[in-house]
């Protein structure tokens, strides 16, 4: 008799079969987006820590949907499934474990946490000996709380597992077989920083460039720290949003590569870095101005608004995707102490309106087509709106040309270049980069953020080189 098709493989799920943890998730979806309700999960401690994880559940809403699966474990029980049942035991709630179960047939049984029971360490252990006896069953876990039931498995696997558990373990003599080890997160924590997207801050230096004090140093030094604020201010949010959408994200199909979607990065450590972010951010707010620390906050607060629900009104979050984009402008006039003139104030505005249309436009083309017809993931927007995002789009960016046509033809303007005839090449130059983008993103040639996309794109970088030499030669 074959004694292994009978003894069942039993697998974990939190660090185990997802590399992420789905409490620690949720949670996270109620601290950023619902934190109306954390008092509700708070309250639910008083019962114990199994009725804490069914509330936080619950008021998240969350699912495990399109939740990241561990590679080791996966090529495990499919190798395995046919031979003997793959039981998944975990700690975290019933109805999570019940969802993954439904969504993977190799899986036999699953037995999770019930309002009264917290299937954790020994409490796991008692269980799993009750229904299989001492040694009846091997078990894969990830954490400490595992070790009492590796003592009590026959064969025992480990996986991601930290360097502390791995050091317990030996302490505690147990034979375990490590199917994969914990993966380094510092290149996945990098790219959750987006640091790509750093470059819209770099708008904080255009009233020094358009005010022509590109020379005096002293400007530069506030600039700089509202800059670097600006770069903290911005990645802090984007791990903030990653956190509260992991759902969505997993829906999409290319933000579901981000490192938090993805599994590569764990919550706990992009909660590390929100909190560090946080004080760096803080300690260079308060090396700038006061007015310019007031524009700082009002940035990061309306950020957090955005993502958590403006961003799903329609026409309001393009207007105010666009107003961030000025506020960086104002940021950067402030810190430097440069008053800025209505014509960049309103150039900038019907600029950043027809690029945020563009965003929103892009998504609408990439949307996974359910059947529904309805809304792209995220957002207000439905497949009809597509004509309307253009127009909207294409016409603020024919406003932005011919406001800074009419700005070239001012008489102030005309004083403060010498041969002011040059900077309509700029003009040319916006004009054909804006087509060109609205035309990309028609033809669905861009599948990001447009800024981004622009980056990669050779017409964008020939814009930059003539317009740079056009100013030059206008000087």
């Not at 708070?42 to 561990?70: N, Q």
């Not at 993966?183 to 020094?208: I, Y």
């Amino acid at each position: 008799m074959n004694h292994d098709a009978l003894r069942p493989l039993c697998v974990d799920l939190d660090g185990t079969l997802t590399p992420t943890d789905t409490l620690t998730e949720a949670l996270s979806i109620v601290v950023v987006r619902r934190p109306w309700l954390l008092p509700v999960c708070l309250w639910a401690l008083r019962e114990g820590r199994a009725a804490f994880k069914h509330s936080v559940v619950r008021c998240a809403a969350y699912t495990t949907a399109g939740i990241p699966r561990t590679l080791a474990v996966q090529t495990l029980i499919e190798s395995q499934f046919r031979e003997r049942p793959i039981w998944l035991v975990s700690g975290a709630p019933q109805e999570l474990v019940d969802e993954v179960v439904s969504a993977d047939h190799r899986i036999t049984r699953g037995v999770g946490s019930t309002a009264t029971m917290n299937l954790t360490s020994s409490t796991k252990r008692d269980f799993l000996i009750e229904h299989f006896g001492p040694s009846g069953f091997d078990y894969v876990g990830n954490s400490t709380d595992d070790i009492p039931v590796w003592k009590a498995c026959n064969v025992s696997y480990g996986v991601n597992l930290s360097h502390a558990t791995r050091r317990k373990v030996q302490q505690e003599g147990i034979p375990l077989k490590e199917l994969m080890p914990l993966e380094e997160t510092a290149g996945a924590g990098l790219l959750s920083l987006r640091p790509f997207s750093w470059t819209k801050n770099l708008l904080v230096f255009v009233p020094l460039l358009a005010s022509h004090h590109w020379q005096d140093a002293s400007i530069w030094k506030p600039a700089i720290l509202a800059f670097v604020a600006l770069c903290i201010g911005s990645t802090t949010v984007y791990l903030l949003n990653d956190m509260a959408d992991l759902a969505a994200d997993r829906r999409h199909p290319t933000k579901s590569l981000r490192p938090l979607a993805s599994g590569r990065l764990h919550p706990l450590e992009a909660w590390f870095a929100v909190l560090v972010l946080l004080g760096a951010w803080i300690g260079f707010a308060a090396a700038l101005d006061a007015t310019s620390r007031v524009l700082l906050t009002a940035q990061l607060a309306t950020s957090l608004l955005y993502s958590g629900l403006l961003k799903r009104i329609p026409i309001l979050d393009m207007t105010v995707l666009a107003m961030l984009f000025c506020n960086r402008v104002l940021i950067g006039g402030t810190a430097s102490k440069i008053q800025l003139s209505s014509w960049l104030l309103a150039f900038s505005i019907f600029v950043f309106l027809s690029l945020s249309g563009m965003k929103r436009f892009c998504e609408l083309k990439i949307r996974p087509s359910n059947g529904e017809g309805a809304k792209a993931l995220g957002h207000s927007y439905n497949e009809g709106d597509g004509p309307f995002l253009v127009a909207l789009g294409v016409n603020s960016m024919l406003l932005s040309v011919l406001i800074l046509a009419l700005y070239l033809g001012d008489i102030r303007s005309e004083s403060l270049y010498s041969r002011p005839q040059f900077l309509w090449g700029l003009c040319l130059c916006l004009l054909l980069w804006g087509m060109r983008m609205w035309m990309r993103a028609w033809r669905g040639e861009i599948t990001d953020d447009p800024l981004r996309e622009a980056l990669r794109l050779p017409e964008t970088w020939i814009s930059i080189l003539v317009g740079t030499l056009a100013f030059i030669a206008s000087v």
